[in-house]
C-alpha cells in the first residue's frame, strides 16, 4: 500500500503529532506498505530511512526562537502564504487550513502515486477538496481542540479572551471537515466519545487506536534517584495542570529532599517561570527542552513517580513511555488517562484533576511506600508490554485504511 501521511507541524521530541508521525510510519514500513511524510515545519526528525520526507514550507510565523516574527516580503510567494500571513496578523492560528492548501496542490499532481492519505490532526478545509477528487482519505484527531479551548479561555486574563478564542477559531473548521471524513482514527474511548460530542460526528465515523511505545528504548534501571518526581508538559498551557504539581512540590520539600525534573518548552518569563520563583522551588526544579528519546528515556527511568496532572487528556503518551519505563505514576482522573494507566492502584494512583491537596497527599504517600513504589512500576512495564506497541498501532491503522479504500472504490463505481 502507498500511503501519504500529511502533519501540519511535527516536532520531533516534544508534542504527540511529531512523535505519532516518526513511529507510525516506521511501523508501517516495517508491514511492507510505502509511506512518504508530507510535513510543515517543525519537520520531524529520526524518520526510518525507508520513509520518504516532503517538506511542505510556509511562512512558519511561530518557530522558535522569534516567534511571530515578521517575514520579508520576498517570501510571500502566493495566495496561501498571504492568506497565513493576514491571519496571523489577526491572532488566528492558519498553519492546519494552510497546510492543507498547499497539500490538496500537491496532490493534484500526485493522485496516482498513493492508495491512501492519512491526515494527522489538520482537517483543514482543503483535506475535502483531496476526498473528492477520488483519493480515499482517513485523518486521525487525537483529541478534540475544543477541550483546550474551554481551559484555556477560562484561564485567561479577561482582556485576553477574546484573542484566545480567536486564535481557537479553526476548531470550528476542524469540526465542520471531521463531520464529513468516513474513516477517523483517535487514540482513546474517552477522545472517541468526546469528539462524537463536540465534533458532532458520527460514533460509527471512528476507530480507536491507541498510540505504542518503543519498549526496548523506555525501560526500567536498576537505580532511580531518591525522590525523583518527573512531569512531562508538551506545552505550557492550563490544560496541562504543571501549576498544580509545582503548588504540591512546594508543600512536600518542606519534609522532604524533592528532585523535580519537568521536561517543557516554557515560555521565557511564562506563568510557570514566574510561579517557580515565586514558590522558591528553583532549587529543586529542573527545566529541560529538547531532549532526545534516549535522554527521556533515562530521566523517566531515573524517577520514582511520574506525575501528570493535566486537566484533560485525550490520552497520554509520556503516561505510556512511563509504565514502560517502571515509573509508578500520579496521575489526575480526567479525560482518557484512567484509561490507558487502568484501574486506580493498578499502575498509578489517580487524584482529583487541579486539587493540590490531594496531589501532595499522594506523592508523599506513595514517595514513603517503597513497596507500593515497585509494585505499580512493575505492573505498568507489564501493562506497557501486553498492551501497547508500534507494531499493533500499524497493523490497526492499516485495518482502517483498507475500509476508506473499499468506501472510495464503491463511490467510484456508483458514479460511473
Not at 508521525?21 to 514500513?29: A, T, Y
Not at 491572532?91 to 493534484?108: D, G, V
Not at 532511580?224 to 504539581?245: Q, T
Request: net charge negative; with cysteine.
Amino acid at each position: 500500500m502507498r500511503i501519504a501521511l500529511l502533519s501540519y507541524r511535527s516536532k520531533t521530541h516534544c508534542g504527540g503529532q511529531g512523535v505519532y508521525v516518526r513511529h507510525l510510519s516506521r511501523g508501517l514500513v516495517e508491514l511492507g506498505h510505502e509511506v512518504e511524510v508530507f510535513s510543515g515545519p517543525p519537520y520531524p526528525g529520526g524518520l526510518d530511512p525507508r520513509v520518504r520526507l516532503t517538506e511542505v514550507p510556509s511562512l512558519d510565523l511561530y518557530r522558535e526562537p522569534d516567534p511571530f516574527r515578521i517575514p520579508r516580503p520576498s517570501e510571500i510567494h502566493d495566495r496561501i502564504d498571504l492568506l497565513e500571513l493576514l491571519s496571523t496578523w489577526t491572532a488566528a492560528f492558519p498553519e492546519p487550513k494552510t497546510f492543507c492548501l498547499r497539500m490538496a496542490r500537491i496532490l493534484a499532481e500526485r493522485r496516482d502515486d498513493f492508495d491512501v492519505v492519512h491526515d494527522n490532526q489538520s482537517l483543514g478545509t482543503a483535506l475535502l477538496d483531496i476526498a473528492d477528487s477520488g483519493m480515499p482519505v482517513v485523518a486521525t484527531v487525537h483529541h478534540p481542540i475544543t477541550r483546550d479551548r474551554v481551559l484555556d479561555v477560562a484561564a485567561a486574563k479577561w482582556w485576553r479572551k477574546p484573542l484566545v478564542r480567536r486564535w481557537y477559531g479553526f476548531a470550528e473548521m476542524q469540526k465542520t471537515v471531521a463531520r464529513r471524513i468516513p474513516e477517523l482514527l483517535t487514540v482513546s474511548s474517552t477522545s472517541a466519545a468526546d469528539i462524537a460530542e463536540d465534533f458532532g460526528v458520527s460514533p460509527s465515523q471512528l476507530h480507536v487506536v491507541p498510540l505504542g511505545v518503543d519498549t526496548e528504548l523506555f525501560t526500567p534501571a536498576p537505580n532511580r534517584v531518591r525522590n525523583r518526581i518527573i512531569a512531562i508538559a508538551s506545552a505550557d498551557v492550563p490544560l496541562k495542570g504543571v501549576s498544580h504539581l509545582l503548588h504540591a512540590v512546594s508543600r512536600l520539600r518542606v519534609e522532604r529532599d524533592v528532585d523535580v525534573q519537568l521536561v517543557a518548552k516554557l515560555e521565557p518569563n511564562g506563568p510557570t517561570e514566574k510561579l517557580i520563583a515565586e514558590l522558591g522551588i528553583s532549587d529543586i526544579v529542573t527545566v529541560s527542552s529538547g531532549v532526545t528519546d534516549a535522554e527521556l528515556a533515562a530521566l523517566l527511568s531515573s524517577a520514582e513517580v511520574a506525575c501528570i496532572p493535566s486537566l484533560y487528556e485525550g490520552f497520554s503518551l509520556p503516561a505510556v513511555e512511563a509504565m514502560a519505563s517502571g515509573t509508578p505514576i500520579v496521575a489526575s482522573r480526567a479525560g482518557a488517562l484512567p484509561e490507558v494507566v487502568g484501574a486506580d492502584d493498578e499502575c498509578a494512583r489517580l487524584v482529583n484533576p487541579g486539587d493540590v491537596d490531594d496531589l501532595t497527599k499522594t506523592l508523599g504517600e506513595l514517595l514513603d511506600s517503597p513497596l507500593d513504589l515497585h509494585r505499580l512500576g512493575a505492573a505498568g512495564r507489564r501493562r506497557a508490554l501486553d498492551v501497547f506497541s508500534w507494531e499493533s498501532v500499524a497493523a490497526q491503522t492499516v485495518a482502517v485504511y483498507e475500509r476508506a479504500i473499499e468506501k472510495a472504490d464503491r463511490k467510484k463505481a456508483g458514479a460511473c
